[in-house]
């Protein structure tokens, strides 16, 4: 990987040295050049620290031949990671007006689900759908079930779900959505199954921790509860993890629970 970046980023100089009026007049020469700026901008993204480096890589591309929904969506992702929604959003509907397709749209139901618009953002998902060739159908389906939870469609959410396992079984994603989602509605023993086996899976997870106990507690199981943190606290390495594993802990020794 290193190499191969290395490898670019020599292509780069080298085209940006020799850039001539002529040569940046020629099309196929454009959209070459811009499409190294996107890959290096999409390199970017995904590496701690780089973000800068993501925004000039892939305003330069856009600079160069602007308006390609590839890049537009890659900068909206980019925005979504600094924290300005709204300029996240500004540049999926900039990709969608140019023609983006599924995965923009997906990726703007996501942004939707963040934002709590639930309506827009299971009208994106479904508008994601319609392509049965995008190959990431399962996140689309979670994010469509995301958008139902949050109208309270609870048994179509649940369906959407139970979809997305279809397309990535076995996925641990899509078992703490179905496992939120029956704890929400209370439907406590089908959550409580799942996160028992997310909790097996990954006994260093507190999200499923979390998730156990708060059912656990709702089921007055309390001595299950502590034992299952008792477990977590020797699992967890993380600082702020051992902090919050002792805080619970203390939670249920100052209240003194008790089984009823």
Request: contains cysteine; proline residues 3%.
């Amino acid at each position: 990987m290193k190499m191969r970046l290395l490898i670019s980023s020599v292509i780069l100089l080298a085209l940006s040295a020799c850039a001539t009026a002529t040569q940046m007049d020629d099309p196929n020469k454009q959209a070459r050049l811009a499409k190294i700026h996107y890959q290096l901008g999409v390199d970017a993204l995904g590496k701690q620290g780089m973000l800068p480096k993501a925004f000039q890589e892939l305003i330069r591309s856009n600079e160069i031949l602007p308006d390609q929904p590839l890049v537009l969506d890659a900068l909206a992702y980019a925005w979504l990671l600094r924290g300005d929604m709204k300029k996240s959003e500004a540049f999926y509907l900039r990709a969608i007006g140019h023609g983006a397709g599924a995965a923009t749209y997906n990726n703007y139901a996501n942004l939707l689900n963040r934002l709590k618009r639930f309506t827009a953002a299971e009208k994106m998902a479904r508008k994601a759908l319609d392509d049965p060739s995008y190959p990431h159908q399962d996140l689309a389906f979670i994010n469509l079930g995301d958008a139902l939870l949050g109208q309270n469609r609870f048994d179509q959410a649940i369906h959407a779900y139970q979809q997305a396992q279809v397309f990535n079984p076995g996925s641990d994603l899509v078992n703490f959505k179905l496992a939120n989602a029956y704890a929400r509605f209370g439907k406590l023993r089908e959550a409580r199954a799942l996160y028992e086996v997310l909790v097996r899976q990954h006994p260093d997870s507190r999200s499923a921790v979390e998730g156990l106990v708060a059912v656990l507690e709702q089921q007055h199981d309390r001595s299950t509860a502590r034992k299952v943190l008792t477990r977590f606290r020797e699992h967890a390495s993380a600082a702020l993890d051992q902090a919050w594993v002792q805080n619970q802990l203390d939670r249920f020794d100052q209240k003194k629970f008790t089984n009823p």
